[in-house]
Every structure is written in structure tokens, then in C-alpha cells.
Antibody, heavy 123, light 108 residues
């Protein structure tokens, strides 16, 4: 059974830092792109970042570029999101999600999601 | 960036109703569109991918159609478990992946 389990969410002050983790199991972690998607309270879904299977390629939404860093430890089947210079508008539930593509030339949709971890940025 | 617009934002319906949600893309995305269902306090769940392909274990009352810039999600006979918020998402290109703003299906 595919499982993605996020952790690390917390209350943090503006300007602070936090590292989220996502532990994966039930599939070959090293074969998949993994993404972070967030959802502010009462709002819709927003893609944040993704990383390729071997960790050599990453991408970020403009609103987090330069502040957030995605990484993965394939030996531990774990994804990370290092969040620095946090702002009130970063307050959200952060989901990790597996990117699935039907061919090697196509982009991905998100076929499995974790339960999410809440990040609150407030003084 | 490709903008995704859903309509309506809220939909009131009764059990047994046929329900249709529309999603429009700001530029053509071929058939690279997915639909997700989200219930309060839960993670989104994949319903449809490639505009019309049913996700694993998704009931056959859900169907998707469309290509280019206009897409629809249809629930043929609304069930109590289907009251939720639905999102479309384009995956025509890499970065950024974008979602519609969501359609909340409420009990009439």
C-alpha cells in the first residue's frame, strides 16, 4: 500500500525556519517525482515544489523561490522541505504527493497524497 | 502560467441528481487534466486523469470529458459520499502545475 506521511509542521514566528519531512513506503521511491502542494486555511490547492527521482532537478513556485529548498534522501525513502524566511502567507497545510506520468515525455498528475502537516506562521 | 477556472464555485444538489462541473484552461492543454475530490480535513483524492480516465477504485458514476481548453466532470447520480469540493488541475507542462479554485458540492 502506498503511504506518504508528513511531519514537522508547527507554529513558527515570521522570519523563522522549519523543515518538513515526508516518509514514503509501499512503492519504489527512487522511481518517482515527488511534489509539495499546500492549502491555506479555507483556500484552494497550490503547487509549491517538486524534485526528480535522483534529486538532481528541482522546481519551485515563484512565491517560495529562494526561500524554500526541496530535497530527498533516497536511502531513507524520505522527502524534505526546508522553509526559511517564513511569512504569514505561508500558513497552510502542506501535502506531499507522488507525481505519476504515463510516459517519460509527459508531465505528472498526483496519484497519491499524504495526510498533510500544518504550518502556522504567526507572532 | 496556465490559469484554470472552474464553474460554478458552489453547487447545491440532491442525492440522485446529475451534476456537472466545468473547468477552463487559459491556453490549450490537450487532455492533460486531472480531477480531485477533497473532503473537509482530508487530503485530495485522484478521481480522473488524462481528462477522461478513471482513477483506481473510483466509482463509475464519475466521468470526465473534454480537451483543449474546456473540460467537464460529471457525477451521474449524486451519492451522500460525494458531497465534497472538487478541483481540476492541468499537467500540460512542467512547472508550475496549476489548480482550479475548486467547486463545493453541497446538499440542497
Amino acid at each position: 500500500e502506498v503511504q506518504l506521511v508528513e511531519s514537522g509542521g508547527d507554529l513558527v514566528q515570521p522570519g523563522g525556519s522549519l523543515r518538513l519531512s515526508c516518509a514514503a513506503s509501499g512503492f519504489t521511491f527512487t522511481s518517482y517525482y515527488i511534489h509539495w502542494v499546500r492549502q491555506a486555511p479555507g483556500k484552494g490547492l497550490m503547487w509549491v515544489s517538486h524534485i526528480n527521482p535522483d534529486g538532481t532537478t528541482t522546481n519551485y513556485a515563484d512565491s517560495v523561490k529562494g526561500r524554500f529548498t526541496i530535497s530527498r534522501d533516497n536511502a531513507k525513502n524520505t522527502l524534505y522541505l526546508q522553509m526559511n524566511s517564513l511569512r504569514a502567507e505561508d500558513t497552510a497545510v502542506y501535502y506531499c504527493t507522488r507525481g505519476f506520468r504515463t510516459t517519460v515525455t509527459t508531465s505528472h498528475y498526483f496519484d497519491f497524497w499524504g495526510q498533510g502537516t500544518l504550518v502556522t506562521v504567526s507572532s | 502560467d496556465i490559469q484554470m477556472t472552474q464553474s460554478p464555485s458552489t453547487l447545491s444538489a440532491s442525492v440522485g441528481d446529475r451534476v456537472t462541473i466545468t473547468c477552463r484552461a487559459s491556453q490549450t492543454i490537450s487532455s492533460w487534466l486531472a480531477w480531485y475530490q477533497q473532503k473537509p480535513g482530508k487530503a485530495p483524492k485522484l478521481l480522473i486523469y488524462k481528462a477522461s480516465s478513471l482513477g483506481t477504485g473510483v466509482p463509475s458514476r464519475f466521468s470526465g470529458s473534454g480537451s483543449g481548453t474546456e473540460f467537464t466532470l460529471t457525477i451521474s447520480s449524486l451519492q451522500p459520499d460525494d458531497f465534497a469540493t472538487y478541483y481540476c488541475q492541468q499537467y500540460n507542462s512542467y512547472s508550475p502545475w496549476t489548480f482550479g479554485q475548486g467547486t463545493k458540492v453541497e446538499i440542497k
